[in-house]
RNA sequence: GGCCCAUUCGUCUAACGGUUAGGACGCGGCCCUCUCAAGGCCGAAAUACGGGUUCGAUUCCCGUAUGGGCUACCA
């Protein structure tokens, strides 16, 4: 007889302020694996509680971001903003059953209170005076349309919090307040819709950011006033900027939206946040999804906050560039030659298939990979000027002459002859093959860096080889006579 | 201020009391080479500090320092 243990079941639950986080990705991408691993259920929930803050819009683009990054939920999304009936029930019980309380202050009274505390250098805490009212006192002047808060009875012992990440938390009872769960205009809170929704929802496990950890007996005592299980809680160490403060606009890119547009594939942005905090072992790097899902363990999930490192990303970006079938590039660099500034023109396909096999190895990103593939799209709109003056010597023009008319003769138009033709004609001239190596590539594509001369001109072809070769020498004509 | 968390190469991390402290990014060198990359090989680079515990601490405990988080009628 084996033991049947409940399905373990995980939620994600951005607050829509935004655009996706990359911290945020972190998180779900946690979610998401530790739910594929533990065959559990993924939920999607909306906390758009902060009616001043929440838009629509906001939360169709963290949808969008999801799915471009493939994090795939089983169940929502779930918006909390429409989960209201549920909130004001679970306050009503808490009330009845004198769990919670109303409190009656204004916040300018406790922003007083505040103050106060502040300027004689102790720690605020809420007074606790509505404890003190007596129910039928409390009811009376809540019918009467008294404007007050609910506020949790917090007891008054220390709370242990268990987390699976680092092992068990102690919080002293007098470091929390009776902190407010519905406001006086009757919305709920963060932390009191939270725990409502994670009760209601059946959560086992609750893995989010740090930051959220000194928030955690808060809703320990939410979920015994409740009478709900306790989930497991997973605190992971906080995604930080190269200054080490927390990662955000002013590092640089910081969202999916940025990234996706600097030309970043999903799978690479996904693989690694994914090491960001967790080590899968064996000095394991490029993963596969199916890989993660399988292997992913929170055992082996660190507690300390990481600093975000473009530099390895782009890295990872290339391994997956190079990883990846021509096709599936290719649709890949189309999406990112239209969103590029300036937009690039994309060759036709049976010559954009071999070029992307020239220049994989050396592009970081698909926007690299659309530019580079534009050069076969159109004539180089300019020359590289330093290129011109290092390449360009007088007895340039004369010798590319001589291989014009060469390769202007030339039937066999295949990287090979195309070499053998130059190295040739180099010969003949008397002077180093890269003597005309470098001006060529130089009237081909515009600059002196890129994928092998002869490859590059087999398959650009015949006519457009010549053609570009041809204007390449009026140019530096012109050059010569101003 | 109070409470909480964290601390191994510059960065991401491995080493679950005994290792010449390992790997990766980045950096430097060499090889390959028509350039630039990619790739291969080699190299420099770390246990924050101070006390314990122990035959032995990167590892366990305490303190200090530093960084971060929380301390709202924000999430």
């Given at each position: 007889?084996?033991?049947?243990?409940?399905?373990p079941?995980?939620r994600?639950?951005?607050?829509?302020?935004?655009?996706l986080h990359?911290?945020?990705?972190?998180?779900a991408?946690?979610?998401?694996?530790?739910?594929r691993?533990?065959?559990?259920v993924?939920?999607?929930?909306?906390e758009?509680?902060?009616v001043?803050?929440?838009?629509?819009?906001?939360?169709?683009?963290?949808?969008?971001?999801?799915?471009?990054?493939g994090?795939?939920y089983?169940?929502?999304?779930?918006y909390?903003s429409?989960?209201?009936?549920?909130?004001?029930?679970?306050?009503?019980?808490?009330?009845a059953?004198?769990?919670?309380y109303r409190?009656?202050?204004?916040?300018?009274?406790?922003?007083?209170?505040?103050?106060a505390a502040?300027?004689?250098?102790?720690?605020?805490?809420?007074?606790?005076?509505?404890?003190?009212?007596?129910?039928?006192e409390?009811?009376?002047?809540?019918?009467?349309g008294?404007?007050?808060?609910?506020?949790?009875?917090?007891?008054?012992?220390?709370?242990?919090?268990?987390?699976l990440?680092?092992?068990?938390?102690?919080?002293?009872?007098?470091?929390?307040?009776?902190?407010?769960?519905v406001r006086?205009?009757?919305?709920p809170?963060?932390?009191?819709?939270?725990?409502?929704?994670?009760?209601?929802?059946?959560?086992?496990?609750?893995?989010?950011?740090d930051?959220h950890?000194?928030?955690?007996?808060?809703?320990?005592?939410?979920?015994?006033?409740?009478?709900?299980?306790?989930?497991?809680?997973?605190?992971?160490?906080?995604?930080?900027?190269t200054?080490?403060?927390?990662?955000?606009?002013?590092?640089?890119?910081?969202s999916?939206?940025?990234?996706?547009?600097?030309?970043?594939?999903?799978?690479?942005?996904f693989?690694?946040?994914?090491l960001?905090?967790?080590?899968?072992?064996k000095?394991?790097?490029?993963?596969s999804?199916?890989?993660?899902?399988?292997?992913?363990?929170?055992d082996?999930?660190g507690?300390?906050p990481?600093?975000?490192?473009?530099?390895?990303?782009?890295?990872?970006?290339?391994?997956?560039?190079?990883?990846?079938?021509?096709?599936?590039?290719?649709?890949?660099?189309?999406?990112?030659?239209?969103?590029?500034?300036?937009?690039?023109?994309?060759?036709?396909?049976?010559?954009a298939?071999p070029?992307?096999?020239?220049?994989?190895?050396?592009?970081?990103t698909?926007i690299?990979?659309?530019?580079?593939?534009?050069?076969y799209?159109?004539d180089?709109g300019q020359?590289?000027?330093?290129?011109?003056?290092?390449?360009?010597?007088?007895?340039t023009?004369a010798?590319?002459?001589?291989?014009?008319?060469?390769?202007?003769?030339?039937?066999?138009?295949?990287?090979?002859?195309?070499?053998?033709?130059l190295?040739?004609t180099?010969?003949?001239?008397?002077?180093?093959?890269?003597?005309?190596?470098?001006?060529?590539?130089?009237?081909?594509?515009g600059?002196?860096?890129?994928?092998?001369?002869?490859?590059?001109?087999?398959?650009?072809g015949?006519?457009?080889?010549?053609?570009?070769?041809?204007?390449?020498?009026?140019?530096?004509?012109r050059?010569?006579?101003?």
């Amino acid at each position: 007889m084996t033991e049947t243990r409940p399905v373990p079941r995980v939620r994600f639950a951005p607050s829509p302020t935004g655009s996706l986080h990359v911290g945020s990705v972190r998180t779900a991408l946690d979610n998401l694996l530790f739910a594929r691993r533990e065959k559990g259920v993924f939920i999607l929930r909306i906390e758009d509680t902060d009616v001043e803050r929440s838009k629509a819009e906001l939360s169709d683009q963290i949808l969008s971001s999801m799915k471009w990054m493939g994090l795939d939920y089983d169940e929502g999304p779930f918006y909390q903003s429409r989960r209201y009936d549920l909130y004001r029930a679970a306050a009503e019980k808490l009330l009845a059953e004198g769990n919670a309380y109303r409190a009656f202050e204004t916040p300018e009274e406790l922003d007083r209170d505040r103050k106060a505390a502040e300027a004689q250098g102790r720690a605020y805490r809420y007074s606790g005076a509505g404890r003190a009212i007596p129910p039928d006192e409390s009811d009376r002047r809540a019918r009467a349309g008294e404007r007050h808060v609910v506020r949790l009875k917090m007891p008054a012992e220390t709370i242990v919090v268990q987390d699976l990440i680092r092992g068990p938390v102690e919080f002293p009872a007098d470091a929390l307040d009776d902190f407010v769960l519905v406001r006086s205009d009757g919305h709920p809170l963060y932390h009191f819709s939270v725990c409502v929704d994670d009760a209601e929802m059946k959560i086992t496990h609750v893995i989010r950011g740090d930051d959220h950890l000194a928030n955690t007996p808060k809703h320990v005592a939410l979920f015994r006033a409740l009478g709900a299980p306790i989930p497991q809680f997973a605190h992971l160490g906080m995604i930080l900027g190269t200054d080490r403060k927390k990662l955000s606009k002013r590092h640089g890119a910081a969202s999916v939206e940025e990234w996706r547009d600097a030309g970043v594939l999903p799978e690479a942005l996904f693989n690694y946040l994914a090491l960001l905090g967790w080590a899968p072992g064996k000095d394991r790097e490029i993963m596969s999804r199916e890989e993660m899902e399988k292997e992913f363990s929170l055992d082996r999930v660190g507690a300390s906050p990481s600093v975000f490192d473009p530099e390895k990303l782009l890295w990872m970006n290339a391994q997956y560039i190079a990883r990846m079938p021509g096709e599936e590039l290719l649709a890949r660099a189309s999406a990112s030659s239209a969103t590029a500034s300036p937009p690039q023109e994309m060759p036709p396909r049976d010559v954009a298939l071999p070029a992307i096999e020239l220049h994989r190895p050396r592009v970081r990103t698909t926007i690299e990979l659309a530019r580079a593939l534009s050069a076969y799209a159109r004539d180089p709109g300019q020359y590289d000027a330093d290129g011109l003056r290092k390449q360009v010597r007088p007895e340039t023009p004369a010798q590319l002459e001589k291989l014009v008319e060469r390769y202007a003769s030339q039937t066999d138009w295949s990287a090979g002859a195309l070499e053998a033709a130059l190295r040739e004609t180099a010969e003949s001239l008397g002077v180093a093959a890269g003597k005309l190596i470098h001006p060529v590539r130089l009237a081909l594509t515009g600059v002196t860096v890129g994928a092998p001369l002869f490859d590059v001109l087999a398959l650009l072809g015949k006519e457009t080889s010549l053609r570009r070769l041809r204007r390449f020498l009026e140019t530096i004509a012109r050059e010569v006579r101003t």
